[in-house]
T-cell receptor, first 113, second 113 residues
Framework: DAGVIQSPRHEVTEMGQEVTLRCKPI?????LFWYRQTMMRGLELLIY????????DSGMPEDRFSAKMPNASFSTLKIQPSEPRDSAVYFC???????????FGSGTRLTVV | SQQGEEDPQALSIQEGENATMNCSYK?????LQWYRQNSGRGLVHLIL?????REKHSGRLRVTLDTSKKSSSLLITASRAADTASYFC?????????????FGGGTRVLVKP
C-alpha cells in the first residue's frame, strides 16, 4: 500500500491565486481528514469526511476554504483567493473506522507570497 | 483551546536514556493516541490506548492512561538518535461525532548520540 498520497508536496503561489490541494486516502479507509499545521497554532482540524460525506467543517477558517470528496479515493482542499496567512503545511489523513489510528500523508507545504 | 497539552514542550536526553512525556486533556474520551513526527514529514501513529485500559506496551514504548486525572504518559526506553522527533498526543472525545482527533501541541525530543 502506498499510503496516503498528497500532491503537490510544495506549492508557492501569489496572493489572490486559487490553490488546490489533493489527497488520495488508503483504499478501504472510510474517514478522511484535512489538518493544517503552523508553528503558532499547531495542528488544526479543518474538515473531515465519513464515507465521502462531510461531517464537521467547523474548523474551516473562512469561506475562502472549501473541500470536496467526490469519491472514496479522492479529496480536494481549495483556497480561493489565497492569502499569506494561509501559508502552512496541510496534511490529509485517513482512517479505517472509528477507534482506529490515522495514517497521514506527507503533507503539502503551501507558501503564499 | 487544544484538548491535549503535552509536557514538557521540549526534552533533550543522551542516547540510551529514557524519555518521558505527559499529556493532559479536558473532556471524556473514547481513546488517546500518540503520534511521532520527524522534521518535514507527516505524523506516524505509534500507539492507541482505550479509555478502559490503563497501560499499553509496544516495543520500547510504554503508554499509561489515568482517566480520573485526565492524563497520559509516553515512555520511550533506551532511546536512540533515530527517536529524535516531535511527539503528539491526540484524543478521541466522546462528545465528538465520528472519528475526530484533537491534537496537542507536541513535545520536541532530541536524543544526542
Amino acid at each position: 500500500d502506498a499510503g496516503v498520497i498528497q500532491s503537490p508536496r510544495h506549492e508557492v503561489t501569489e496572493m489572490g491565486q486559487e490553490v488546490t490541494l489533493r489527497c488520495k486516502p488508503i483504499s478501504g479507509h472510510n474517514s478522511l481528514f484535512w489538518y493544517r499545521q503552523t508553528m503558532m497554532r499547531g495542528l488544526e482540524l479543518l474538515i473531515y469526511f465519513n464515507n465521502n460525506v462531510p461531517i464537521d467543517d467547523s474548523g474551516m477558517p473562512e469561506d475562502r476554504f472549501s473541500a470536496k470528496m467526490p469519491n472514496a479515493s479522492f479529496s480536494t482542499l481549495k483556497i480561493q483567493p489565497s492569502e499569506p496567512r494561509d501559508s502552512a503545511v496541510y496534511f490529509c489523513a485517513s482512517s479505517h473506522r472509528v477507534g482506529y489510528g490515522y495514517t497521514f500523508g506527507s503533507g503539502t507545504r503551501l507558501t503564499v507570497v | 483551546s487544544q484538548q491535549g497539552e503535552e509536557d514538557p514542550q521540549a526534552l533533550s536526553i543522551q542516547e540510551g536514556e529514557n524519555a518521558t512525556m505527559n499529556c493532559s486533556y479536558k473532556t471524556s474520551i473514547n481513546n488517546l493516541q500518540w503520534y511521532r513526527q520527524n522534521s518535514g514529514r507527516g505524523l506516524v501513529h505509534l500507539i492507541l490506548i482505550r479509555s478502559n485500559e490503563r497501560e499499553k506496551h509496544s516495543g520500547r514504548l510504554r503508554v499509561t492512561l489515568d482517566t480520573s486525572k485526565k492524563s497520559s504518559s509516553l515512555l520511550i526506553t533506551a532511546s536512540r538518535a533515530a527517536d529524535t522527533a516531535s511527539y503528539f498526543c491526540a484524543t478521541d472525545e466522546i462528545k465528538a461525532a465520528g472519528n475526530k482527533l484533537t491534537f496537542g501541541g507536541g513535545t520536541r525530543v532530541l536524543v544526542k548520540p
